[in-house]
């Protein structure tokens, strides 16, 4: 591993603790419909993302675990960022438009540049070669692809110039099954400057993303849900 990773890693984990010696926050009742959606996916980690109402970019994340029959604030609020658009109506997500999918989703591999990366997901090497596809109209829309192996007119290539996705983790959303149209390539991310809003992912800090790659364990199958607090107010009255 990278010197640079170590001390990434080391960091990360430290401030892990420090949130979990340090929160001693309540969960708000509120939230325990979601923990419930949680559980119902066998789920014991939760990543919660709240936008304040529809169009707005900027974001909290929490991380949550589940311990015994208890769950528990892990990692307190963080900042992040969303869709240019903010996060889409329930069920209204499509290619293109810019938000981020409302509701919630498990988080599947992660990936980087680097032959290694400090975090116990499954962990891909993305290559020159390396593409997602966001062609409605491909066979293998929404699928990570081999350029020379698709007939894709439209896709994104996973070695960014700009970076974004130097390390990140994939969001599983509209993958099982697949449906053409309503959304695609929906990751976790490097937001490369503070509260720049993403084409539908979400965005974080580079110390904050890798908080939340040291603290994912695919044993306790962790999922995010993206959520806007004016739709909860009108879900939980």
């Given at each position: 591993?990278?010197?640079?990773?170590?001390?990434?890693?080391?960091?990360?984990?430290?401030?892990?603790?420090?949130?979990?010696?340090?929160?001693?926050?309540?969960?708000?009742?509120?939230?325990?419909?979601?923990?419930?959606?949680?559980?119902?996916?066998?789920?014991?980690?939760?990543?919660?993302?709240?936008?304040?109402?529809?169009?707005?970019?900027?974001?909290?994340?929490?991380?949550?675990?589940?311990?015994?029959?208890?769950?528990?604030i892990a990692i307190p609020a963080m900042a992040a960022s969303v869709g240019r658009k903010g996060i889409a109506e329930p069920e209204s997500k499509r290619e293109g438009d810019g938000k981020t999918p409302y509701g919630m989703y498990h988080i599947g591999m992660a990936f980087g540049y680097e032959s290694d990366c400090p975090t116990r997901m499954p962990y891909r090497q993305m290559q020159s070669h390396d593409i997602w596809v966001d062609d409605p109209a491909a066979e293998d829309y929404?699928?990570?692809?081999?350029?020379?192996?698709?007939?894709?007119?439209?896709?994104?290539?996973?070695?960014?110039?700009?970076?974004?996705?130097?390390?990140?983790?994939?969001?599983?959303?509209?993958?099982?099954?697949?449906?053409?149209?309503?959304?695609?390539?929906?990751?976790?991310?490097?937001?490369?400057?503070?509260?720049?809003?993403?084409?539908?992912?979400?965005?974080?800090?580079?110390?904050?993303?890798?908080?939340?790659?040291?603290?994912?364990?695919?044993?306790?199958?962790?999922?995010?849900?993206?959520?806007?607090?004016?739709?909860?107010?009108?879900?939980?009255?």
């Amino acid at each position: 591993m990278h010197c640079h990773w170590r001390i990434m890693l080391m960091t990360a984990l430290l401030n892990i603790a420090l949130c979990a010696h340090a929160s001693s926050a309540k969960i708000p009742e509120s939230w325990a419909h979601y923990l419930k959606m949680a559980e119902d996916l066998a789920a014991s980690q939760l990543l919660m993302v709240f936008t304040s109402r529809a169009e707005v970019t900027r974001a909290e994340l929490f991380c949550l675990e589940k311990v015994g029959n208890e769950w528990h604030i892990a990692i307190p609020a963080m900042a992040a960022s969303v869709g240019r658009k903010g996060i889409a109506e329930p069920e209204s997500k499509r290619e293109g438009d810019g938000k981020t999918p409302y509701g919630m989703y498990h988080i599947g591999m992660a990936f980087g540049y680097e032959s290694d990366c400090p975090t116990r997901m499954p962990y891909r090497q993305m290559q020159s070669h390396d593409i997602w596809v966001d062609d409605p109209a491909a066979e293998d829309y929404n699928r990570l692809v081999h350029l020379d192996r698709t007939k894709a007119k439209s896709f994104e290539y996973m070695r960014r110039k700009d970076d974004l996705y130097k390390f990140g983790l994939v969001v599983e959303y509209n993958t099982n099954p697949i449906v053409p149209g309503l959304g695609s390539a929906i990751f976790i991310h490097y937001w490369g400057r503070p509260f720049r809003s993403t084409a539908g992912c979400l965005g974080l800090s580079e110390q904050n993303l890798q908080a939340v790659l040291s603290f994912l364990d695919p044993a306790k199958s962790p999922v995010i849900g993206f959520y806007r607090k004016d739709i909860a107010r009108q879900s939980f009255k």
